[in-house]
Every structure is written in C-alpha cells, then in structure tokens.
C-alpha cells in the first residue's frame, strides 16, 4: 500500500522505451522503501499490448506498482504505470488516463506526461529519461526544468538505447547525467530538496489540453508555432513548427506531436508507404493494359491495342524506376540504423 494521497514531497515521472524495463528495474531496485513521492511510468508499448510491467517492478523494488487507473489518487511510494493505448497525466493529487493523439509516434508517451507534472507540481517535479531510441522525453525533461524541476538522464553511453538519453541532454542539459546504479539514489535525494519555482512555459497548458483530446482546443485551432508547408505524416493536417530553446518541435491541429528526430522518422515511413503504393497502382495498371490489349484483334482495333501495349511497357518502366527508389531508400534506412 501507498503511505498517502498527495504527499506533498513532489512527484517523479520515468520515461523509457527500447531497453526500458531492464533500466526501470535497476532504478526501482535501488529506491528506498519510505520514498514519500509517487513515481509514475512511461514505456513505450505496442498497441493492444497487455503488459506486465506492474508485476515486473512491484518485485524489483521495495513497493506496489499498478497500471493507473483515470482520477485515482496519487500515493507516495507507488508505481503507477501507463497502460497500452492511452497517455497517462497528472493533476495535483489525482492521475489522468486517457486517449489523445500520438505525440512522437507513441500512446502513451512521455512528453505528456512530464508536461502534466511540470504544470502540477512545478519545481517539486523530479524527471528521469532511460534507454530508447529517438527524441520522446526531450520536450518534457525541458519543460520539467523549465519550471525549477531537475532532470535526470541516464549515461548514454551504458544504455542499450542512447539516442533517447542523448537528445534529452542536447534539449536540456540537464543537472545529472549518472549510471543506472545512482539514478534511484539520486532520486530519493532529490525528492526532499527545496527548489526555487520556475514559470511555466506559455504553451504548457494548451498541449496538455492537446494530449486530453479537448474539443474546445481543436476548434479553437491556435496550435503554438507558425505554420508551415509540411503535412502531419499521422493525419495530413498542417503542422505547425515551435522553437524551443535550441530544439524544434512540430504539432497540428488535431494534436499529434513530433521531436524533429520522430518526425523525420514518420516522414520516412510516409514515403515507403507512398512509394509501395505507387508501385501496386503502376503494376496493376501495366497488368490490366496487357490484358486490354489481348482482347483486341482484328484491324479495326489494332490501333487501340498498340495503345494498350505502350501504356503496360510505360506502366512497366515506372514500376521498375519506382522499384530502384525503394531499394535506395531501403539502404538509405539499414545504413543510417548501422
């Protein structure tokens, strides 16, 4: 059991994705049972996915951990852990589970998260990024500290995943950059430290209310940035680009968030889907050219068929153009993973 609803001693949120639950272990395990702040836990999951994360954790550190459930009371020295398919948020005192668009790629993600504590707790708000891979967490490390919170991000050197760790350092800077062996002790010091408050970001609350799904938000459609001539790759919408500080981010208008790392991702995909499509549509229309032409004998046609038969070897050299683009880029994405 929890020792009570909203401690007061603040709050620590946890970011992972690639090589996470083996990084989440190492920190719970050396947390100390009478942590008075709760800690609540982002992994990247898979849609549909039913995880086993609670168990995994209640067992390697010294209290409960749970999937959390919408309005449930905080408890200092619990685990509450974000379920498949859904961002988890905080208010003060009570957690938010709910069904907002994707934010890098990912429901649930971090960004969210952090954003929601930095608002609710401010500078009583403790951050921690693990191994993953991309820019998920960045955003929300910056914001943690933006309001007198401190960030703490593991070394990505030892990481099995350092690209997550990496961009949350270049985004932010943040105070402490440790082995996985300090990080649950640097937490438990860190929750009974008095900060100096910071100011909220000015768009903080509007991309909480993106992440709720808030009607009133969409319509409104004063998404944070300046418009700009790309296409959301989740729905097509305009985005819109913020600088923030040194980094860009990417939002549209239905809500759905980019990293410049995710986007450049999303981007790539987009393209092979584009790619994969026009060569099906080229294919069957080579195919159904030939079976035209086929069909056509005799004079009075033969000028039909000819046309037929130029539009399937037409058909045919843009499929196999379309087909030596797809191999580049292919080798383009094996060689930037290598």
């Known amino acids: 059991m929890g020792r009570s609803p909203d401690t007061g001693r603040g709050i620590v949120v946890v970011g992972a994705s690639a090589g996470g639950v083996e990084a989440l272990q190492g920190v719970v395990a050396n947390l100390p049972a009478d942590l008075p702040a709760p800690l609540c836990v982002v992994l990247h999951l898979p849609t549909g996915f039913t995880s086993g994360l609670p168990e995994i954790l209640a067992r390697a550190g010294p209290f409960p951990a749970r999937h959390a459930r919408d309005g449930e009371p905080l408890e200092g020295g619990v685990v509450y852990v974000a379920s498949s398919d859904r961002h988890l948020l905080v208010e003060h005192g009570r957690l938010r589970v709910v069904r907002g668009p ?7 993600a971090i960004d969210p998260l952090f954003r929601s504590a930095a608002l609710a707790y401010g500078s009583s708000t403790v951050g921690v990024i693990l191994s993953g891979s991309l820019d998920d967490g960045a955003a929300g490390l910056r914001a943690v500290t933006a309001v007198g919170g401190v960030g703490i991000v593991q070394d990505p050197g030892e990481a099995p995943f350092g690209d997550m760790p990496r961009n949350a350092i270049r985004a932010d800077a943040p105070r402490h950059v440790l082995p996985l062996e300090e990080i649950g002790p640097m937490i438990a010091r860190l929750v009974h430290e008095e900060r100096e408050a910071g100011a909220p970001m000015d768009e903080m609350e509007a991309e909480i209310r993106y992440a709720e799904l808030d009607l009133a938000t969409v319509k409104e459609g004063e998404v944070p940035g300046s418009a700009i001539p790309l296409s959301c790759p989740e729905c097509g919408g305009t985005l819109w680009e913020l600088q923030d500080g040194d980094a860009l981010r990417y939002r549209c ?25 026009a060569m099906r549509a080229l294919e069957e229309r080579a195919a159904l050219s030939k079976s035209l032409a086929s069909r056509l004998e005799g004079d009075a046609l033969d000028r039909q068929r000819r046309r037929f038969e130029q539009r399937a070897h037409e058909a045919e050299q843009h499929a196999g153009a379309n087909r030596d683009v797809l191999l580049s880029v292919s080798r383009s994405l094996e060689e930037a993973a290598s």
């Open 253 to 277: 208008r239905v809500g759905h968030a980019f990293g410049p790392f995710s986007l450049d991702e999303a981007q790539e995909d987009a393209l092979e889907a584009a790619l994969w499509a």
């Open 102 to 108: 994707r934010e890098n790629r990912h429901r649930p």
